[in-house]
């Protein structure tokens, strides 16, 4: 079967640094996908990943290692608006999109 | 400009009634997507169009039904609701370029 192995929740302090991983077990793979979700509304895009490697956008990156089945998003100089539930998905070889639940993050003054 | 609209937002259903959630995009995606969001269980594909006239079943198909007549609309249809059925229902549409999907703000359904 197809998984997303994603942690349910970290707790992180305001100005640090947080690294949140994601494995998958898929049935092909063509790109990786990091959603970030408030309480109470819509995923929105963070990034995409299809080549190994790291891709940056401002405060967050995220990281992909294709022959590990492996992804990091890793969030810099933490707000407390960051507290949301981060969601990892994987585009397989039907082009449908596997989620995993979702990593609750908590950012603490 | 709307991105995609969903209603109602809320909506607290009786058992064996018939329900239909709406959803309109006016990006002009070609494919549509509905998901049920349940707390620890993540989202799960209930039925997707890939373009107007053609649709699919998903991971969780059983209960609902989908339609698309147009490019804009794809309504979810509960022929008779169960209580198992109380979810958080997004609506989505994607980017054929990029993949990137994009919701709408959700349905919260509760039967009773």
């Known amino acids: 079967g197809q998984n997303i192995d994603q942690p349910t929740e970290m707790t992180a302090t305001e100005g640090a640094i947080v690294q949140i991983n994601c494995t998958y077990q898929t049935s092909g793979f063509n790109g990786l996908f990091w959603y970030q979700q408030h309480a109470g509304e819509a995923p929105t895009f963070l990034s995409y990943?299809?080549l190994d490697g790291l891709e940056e956008k401002g405060r967050f990156s995220s990281f992909l290692s294709r022959s590990k089945g492996y992804s990091y998003l890793l969030l810099k100089e933490l707000q407390m608006k960051d507290s949301a539930s981060y969601l990892c998905a994987v585009l397989d070889s039907n082009y449908q999109l596997i989620w995993g639940a979702g990593t609750k993050l908590i950012i603490k003054p | 400009i709307a991105g995609i609209t969903q209603a109602p937002t809320s909506q607290i259903l009786a058992a064996g009634r018939r329900m239909t959630l709406r959803c309109t995009q006016d990006m002009r995606h070609n494919a549509m997507y509905w998901y049920r969001q349940d707390l620890g269980l993540g989202l799960r594909l209930i039925h997707y169009s890939n373009t107007a006239g053609t649709t699919g079943k998903g991971e969780v198909p059983d209960g609902y039904s989908v339609s698309r007549a147009n490019t804009d609309d794809f309504p979810l249809t509960l022929a008779s609701a169960v209580p198992s059925q109380t979810s958080v229902y997004f609506c989505a549409s994607s980017d054929s370029s990029t993949g990137e999907l994009f919701f709408g703000e959700g349905s919260r359904l509760t039967v009773l």
């Open positions: 990943n299809v």
